[in-house]
């Protein structure tokens, strides 16, 4: 294989783990309230390309947009080499010009929230909708990054309406019910930030009381959802997709069972411990990893081409 | 296919452009987000459901 194709490979790959360590670091800019950390300013912070004398929550803001600014860079890099590289209409051309797309609308998404001063102790509708986007904008441009990574090492194509139904509907559903368990714990991270309850007994009767904040309320639909989607997704990691082998045959669907069932730990040890920021972090890091093992384990089970 | 992505990638680019330029003047541009993230999500799937190795 000629070595360009293995560096562009190798490149997408440590993209790819980048972009997970940005992601986490904008969900600390969240939970420590940084993101007022530049005032309402953007691109600029606090009127100023670098910040003078920066306070905590400036310079965790300012770290995020750097990283982001990086990345901006990097995937662009990643389009252009995925046009010098590969042919027209091959899958990782898309995928960079997606991961592209991607990337600039998250950083839009990430000026709306400040412009629109969504941030810090903003308990809104309009914020918690913001967040929402945010987190499938992120989750998409994992999966596009995903994609990349894998196609980049193979030989791959498309064949439209070919899928058996059955595995369409599999795929579908469980793409679906993972990006529903993020969203709703993107809210319910939201809800623990705002309106932090000081023992678990009281942080479960305030989701059910009917005058608590509708960030509170939203709250006890994640652990109900995450649980179903985490059944659905052993059945899928052990039988395979239609047609497909499961995790006794396959790398990906292994280290999707594993990471369901961990994820499922540390979601309980968050509701109990009461959210705190590391627990936090880690619950997002994992959820990160299994929507990519997941994405990994759909490619890696796809039909082979007649 | 290179084509058809590249429309897509336009057509979301310019949603979510709009939905910039709409910052604070309308809730307009949290649907144009919506509709050029929909956009993405629609052909995302696409690609994952009809992929084949060879």
């Not at chain 1, 999966?143 to 139904?165: F, H, N, Q």
């Amino acid at each position: 294989m000629n070595p360009a194709p293995i560096r562009f490979h190798r490149a997408a790959w440590a993209f790819l783990f980048y972009n997970i360590l940005v992601i986490s670091w904008g969900a600390l800019v969240r939970a420590t309230g940084s993101g007022a950390g530049c005032g309402n300013h953007w691109p600029l912070c606090n009127g100023q390309w670098i910040p003078s004398a920066p306070q905590r929550q400036t310079i965790i803001e300012f770290i995020h947009r750097m990283m982001s600014a990086v990345s901006l860079v990097g995937v662009m890099l990643l389009w252009i080499e995925s046009r010098r590289l590969f042919r027209p209409g091959s899958l990782v051309r898309w995928g960079a010009l997606s991961a592209l797309v991607l990337t600039l609308s998250e950083a839009l998404i990430g000026a709306g929230l400040v412009l629109l001063k969504l941030v810090a102790q903003d308990s809104s509708g309009l914020r918690a909708l913001y967040l929402s986007i945010h987190l499938l904008n992120t989750f998409l441009l994992l999966g596009a990054l995903s994609l990349i990574a894998w196609a980049a090492g193979r030989e791959t194509k498309t064949a439209a309406g070919c899928a058996p139904a059955m595995r369409r509907s599999s795929v579908l559903l469980a793409v679906a019910a993972t990006l529903a368990v993020g969203v709703t714990g993107g809210i319910a991270a939201l809800g623990d930030t705002l309106f932090p309850a000081r023992t678990f007994g009281a942080g479960f009767q305030q989701d059910f009381s009917a005058t608590s904040h509708f960030l509170i309320k939203l709250r006890a639909f994640h652990p109900i959802l995450a649980i179903l989607t985490a059944l659905m997704l052993v059945y899928r990691s052990l039988k395979g997709f239609y047609g497909s082998a499961g995790s006794v045959d396959n790398v990906w669907g292994t280290a999707l069972l594993a990471t369901v069932i961990l994820q499922l730990l540390v979601g309980v040890w968050n509701l109990t411990a009461l959210a705190p920021v590391t627990l936090q972090l880690l619950h997002l890091l994992l959820a990160d990893l299994l929507w990519v093992f997941l994405i990994f384990f759909i490619l890696d089970s796809a039909p082979t081409s007649a | 296919m290179s084509y058809t992505s590249k429309i897509i990638a336009a057509l979301s680019l310019f949603c979510m452009g709009a939905g910039l330029c709409l910052y604070g003047k309308s809730t307009l541009n949290v649907f144009a987000l919506c509709f050029g993230l929909a956009i993405q999500a629609c052909s995302f799937a696409y690609y994952l459901i009809n992929i084949r190795n060879s």
